[in-house]
């Protein structure tokens, strides 16, 4: 399994940015996937998730409104558009993706992680 992530940087507050992971080594279609942060000195969130089938989508709630989460399961990516990017959104970010059996009613959980992308907003 090998979740590959790019994108990425540095923006002023309000610009925007998209992250883009590349899977492979898995049947993609059959996997929740999952973008989640890390701050220094703060826990893990997950910041957006999305179904198998690209039909119901996941968002905290400090994201709602400016960032979009997508897939295109025949190029087996995953990406995370953020727009009107804050201050608070600096932080590593990762692909992750679920077990294969979870369920979105679940909480949070994941399996194999991308390598972190650095995602910086400061003025």
């Known amino acids: 399994v090998q979740l590959q992530a790019s994108g990425g940087g540095w923006v002023q507050p309000g610009g925007s940015l998209r992250l883009s992971c590349k899977a492979s080594?898995?049947?993609?279609?059959?996997?929740?996937m999952n973008w989640v942060r890390q701050a220094p000195g703060k826990e893990l969130e997950r910041v957006s998730g999305v179904d198998r089938g690209a039909l119901e989508t996941y968002y905290r709630q400090s994201v709602k409104g400016r960032f979009t989460i997508s897939r295109d399961n025949a190029e087996n990516s995953l990406y995370l558009e953020m727009d009107s990017l804050e201050p608070e959104d600096t932080a590593l970010y990762y692909c992750a993706r679920s077990p294969r059996d979870y369920s979105d009613r679940d909480p949070p959980r994941y399996d194999y992680w991308g390598q972190g992308i650095q995602v910086t907003v400061s003025s």
């Open positions: 080594g898995f049947t993609f279609t059959e996997y929740f």
